[in-house]
């Protein structure tokens, strides 16, 4: 089993120190995890200090890798906070490391975290979903420094009451269809389970039947993790719904390049 998204210390919103999560993943089993720590900068909300180090975290994700080569492959990956004005500090990051696997998320969106009532207030649902998802393609559709988009409707996470799929699903399948055309993918982030969202998935079964009737291909499945006892949960449950949605495989990365595994 593979996990494609988990955090360590490494980023403001996790203490589980790398070895950690790493030894977590060995003891259940999984073959490969990529750790994906935030570089979030100029994050919406000055209260969180989303800073890392990323010099020290490339020369420890490289360190690790090669200490545990022997009982699992560790993907040196990232989580990029993608935001309008950010995109050129984002590539010259992108540029600087050697990453196997990137993720471009939206955590914020116009100026604002998505987390908290900032984003919400004074707007109807269905006017929230429309700015949320023309602010991911507009971002998308100016900076392509990435290969999986996380957690496309993080937004069903916060928002105050979710409008039904039709009201936004142009928008989703413009963003879809510029991530294909990119050939850029999507992932299945688990930790909606851990939400209690039930079977509001991320992204929805909706819209994960839509990515693949467009052509979508590439898929990861990812935890996202902020503790090592959080390592791999649901990943068995993900790769199972993406069989029963007709997706033939999952992606895995290595050099930034897709590697296709059989579900
Ligand atoms: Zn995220
Ligand atoms: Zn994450």
Redesign the pocket.
């Known amino acids: 089993m593979f996990d494609y998204?988990?955090?360590t210390s490494f980023?403001h919103?996790s203490d589980a120190p790398m070895a950690a999560v790493i030894e977590s993943a060995i003891a259940r089993g999984l073959k490969s995890i990529a750790i994906?720590?935030?570089y979030d900068p100029e994050y919406a909300n000055p209260l969180k200090d989303t800073a890392i180090d990323l010099d020290q975290y490339y020369a420890e994700l490289t360190k690790a890798s090669e200490t545990y080569q022997d009982v699992i492959h560790l993907v040196k990956g990232i989580?990029l906070g993608l935001q309008d004005h950010v995109t050129s500090l984002l590539a010259d990051a992108v540029k600087a490391y050697h990453f196997d696997f990137i993720?471009g998320?939206f955590h914020c969106a116009d100026g604002m975290e998505l987390y908290g009532e900032t984003f919400y207030a004074g707007y109807a649902a269905e006017a929230v979903y429309q700015k949320f998802y023309e602010n991911c393609y507009r971002v998308i559709g100016k900076y392509d420094q990435f290969d999986v988009m996380?957690?496309v409707n993080i937004i069903d996470r916060y928002a105050h009451r979710i409008p039904a799929f039709e009201t936004y699903r142009e928008l989703v399948e413009a963003i879809f269809k510029l991530l294909i055309e990119k050939g850029k993918g999507i992932e299945l982030?688990t930790?909606s389970i851990r939400y209690g969202m039930g079977e509001r998935y991320t992204p929805t079964v909706e819209m994960l039947k839509r990515f693949r009737e467009m052509g979508g291909e590439i898929i990861t499945v990812?935890s996202?993790?902020?503790r090592a006892s959080e390592v791999g949960s649901d990943i068995d449950f993900a790769a199972e719904l993406l069989k029963t949605l007709g997706f033939k495989y999952r992606t895995l990365f290595q050099d930034r390049k897709p590697v296709f595994v059989s579900l």
Request: a negative charge; zero cysteines.
């Open positions: 998204h988990n955090h980023s919103d994906t720590d935030h989580e993720l998320s996380g957690h982030n930790s990812g996202d993790s902020h």
